[in-house]
């Protein structure tokens, strides 16, 4: 183990992050090679930088002028579209989206929290997460409606497993079937990640719901386990009914209890309409996680970007800067909202007709992209295929039991149809 790796982890003994660590965690530190000795130099070499291997002229990056004149004169330097970023992001970006952060989490204010990391969008980010904090059959807890990228992760590449229990109960989250998962996994260390809103189901918890999902899990960790939980929010902000929770759980957990390490995901991917620009974060937050520790994490998390992306896309980056502090960024994310949520409405309208169904049953689901229907038993493959070549119309199959609808790719006018088609259809396959 390399000795800064050894510093790192004697910062963070004594407290729940150490536990948690896997052992690829313990061994991962930030080299001071080169991007850290470019770094230092950027701020002090003011005669000459020999360090970056970037080709510069009278200290601008060399580029393909098709490609730079591709974008709009004036908007971009070359420096901010062919540079390399810093390996944690550009330090601008990631206060503007911590200030974000807290403006739409304000629990948050005045709590303890590393700066947001940039990633290579939220699959990053949660891949970080497996190399730092699991080994081998480690479990991860989670809801058994998830998104499939979860499998080819922790279980696939990270070779643990996925302990899932029932998504719903009684028409709401199963907050006794997390509990009882998280009490039953192996050791004395538990991981949880929670997706609001779900994909694929479309739900996020009440108020209510998630002080008692909260609640559940500080008593998990009051019984001496050790507890990751991790809030992967993508879908963040699209909540279209009023007894929703509005706060990403992270602001709730992240000073919880001193047996909780709380890691926030979330990305510009969909929260600022940016899909291609792949640029997530890593946040962390715990009660018993000081300057030091959290620094510690930083540290840790820098170097499995380095050795995994090395550094996180400039030009996204950039204009994400421009698009945050531009004037009509609340405009254009309300737009968002209010069309969405139109669609949103239209498609629970729609269910209405079909309240009676033998064949299709809608999950329970008030925001985000997408809502998702139980086969009831019956391949929901078969269903997805017979929606394709007879009436043209895509759907996703999740674990061959469960269809999803991403009713945000549909326009409003023709959501009642593509309903209709799929009650049809399922009707002609299955009565």
């Known amino acids: 183990m390399k000795d800064l790796a050894i510093e790192l982890n004697e910062t963070l003994k004594g407290t729940c992050a150490y536990d948690l660590l896997g052992n690829k965690g313990k061994n991962m530190y930030f080299p001071k090679g080169i991007v850290a000795q470019s770094a230092e130099a950027g701020d002090k070499a003011k005669r000459y930088n020999a360090t970056v291997g970037l080709a510069t002229e009278k200290g601008d990056p060399f580029c393909l002028s098709d490609i730079y004149s591709a974008f709009v004169p004036g908007s971009l330097s070359k420096k901010e579209i062919f540079n390399y970023a810093p390996g944690g992001g550009d330090k601008e970006l990631r206060a503007l989206w911590k200030k974000a952060m807290v403006k739409k989490n304000p ?103 998630a002080k008692a999902i909260v609640e559940a899990v500080k008593e998990v960790a009051e019984s001496g386990k050790k507890i990751l939980v991790i809030s992967d929010d993508a879908y963040f902000g699209l909540f279209y009914e009023e007894e929703t929770e509005k706060e990403s759980l992270f602001s709730f957990f992240c000073d919880a209890h001193e047996n909780i390490l709380a890691i926030k995901g979330d990305a510009a991917t969909k929260e600022e309409m940016v899909w291609g620009f792949r640029i997530g974060f890593i946040t962390y937050g715990g009660k018993a996680l000081g300057k030091e520790e959290i620094d510690a994490l930083e540290k840790k998390t820098l170097g499995a970007v380095r050795c995994t992306v090395s550094n996180c896309d400039r030009p996204g ?30 498609i629970r309208k729609t269910l209405e007709k079909y309240r009676d169904s033998k064949v299709l049953r809608p999950y329970p689901f008030n925001s985000g992209y997408f809502m998702a229907f139980d086969t009831m038993g019956r391949n929901a493959e078969e269903l997805r295929l017979h929606l394709l070549e007879k009436y043209q119309v895509g759907a996703i199959n999740i674990m061959g039991r469960t269809l999803r609808l991403a009713y945000c790719s549909v326009e409003k006018e023709n959501l009642e149809d593509l309903v209709d088609i799929v009650f049809k259809a399922a009707e002609e396959i299955w009565n």
């Open 107 to 209: 629990t948050l204010e005045g709590k303890l929290l590393s700066t947001p990391i940039v990633t290579g969008g939220l699959t990053h980010t949660i891949s970080i997460i497996a190399t730092l904090f699991m080994d081998r059959g480690d479990e991860v807890v989670c809801p058994d409606l998830y998104w499939d990228n979860y499998q080819l992760i922790f279980e696939d590449l990270a070779e643990g497993e996925l302990k899932t229990f029932p998504s719903f109960k009684d028409g709401g989250f199963n907050v006794e079937g997390m509990k009882k998962a998280l009490l039953e996994t192996k050791g004395d260390t538990a991981r949880l990640i929670l997706n609001f809103p779900n994909n694929p189901t479309g739900y996020s918890p009440s108020k209510e719901e």
């Open 317 to 346: 980056q950039s204009l994400l800067k421009r698009g945050m502090a531009g004037e009509n960024y609340d405009k254009d994310k309300e737009y968002l909202f209010c069309t969405v949520g139109e669609r949103y409405r239209v």
